[in-house]
């Protein structure tokens, strides 16, 4: 195992009940360390071309709003295997088939208003992060 990095977003479902304390402390608690924060809005430009990935699915428009629709807050974590650690406390895409004790079964919505983001690659983290930090935000 070595200590990798990956790319979260507590998502405005959860900003807006004001759970960004109880995600990170899930975060956490999995052995992950926020190594960067920033709460932010993000411009429709920015979720556009964020999940430009997923243009062509029939979300795509309505995953767009949401994610404009209040803040955001994007984090850098790193950790033993950082990709799988977060994905697995994260639990599925779906909160009806997530396991117990991960974030999106206790605080997700909906499929769409589902609380967290996560990098599912080392690739796409190391994408993702850039797309919202520079180096010298990322303090470890
Ligand atoms: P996320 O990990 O942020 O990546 C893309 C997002 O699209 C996903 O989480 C979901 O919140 C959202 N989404 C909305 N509808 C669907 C759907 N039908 N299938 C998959 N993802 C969806």
Known sequence: ????????????????????????????????????????????????????????????????????????????????DAVPANRKVMGATNPADADEGTIRKEFAESIEANSVHGSDSDENAANEIAFFFNEDEIVG
């Open 1 to 80: 195992m070595a200590v990798t990095r990956t790319f979260s977003i507590i998502k405005p479902d959860a900003t807006r009940r004001n759970l960004t304390g109880a995600v990170t402390k899930k975060l956490e608690d999995a052995g992950l360390r926020v190594v960067a924060s920033k709460r932010i809005h993000m411009s429709r430009e920015q979720a556009e071309g964020f999940y430009a990935v997923h243009k062509e699915r029939p979300f795509f428009g309505e995953l767009v709003e949401f994610m404009i629709s209040g803040p955001v807050v994007v984090q850098v974590l790193e950790g033993e």
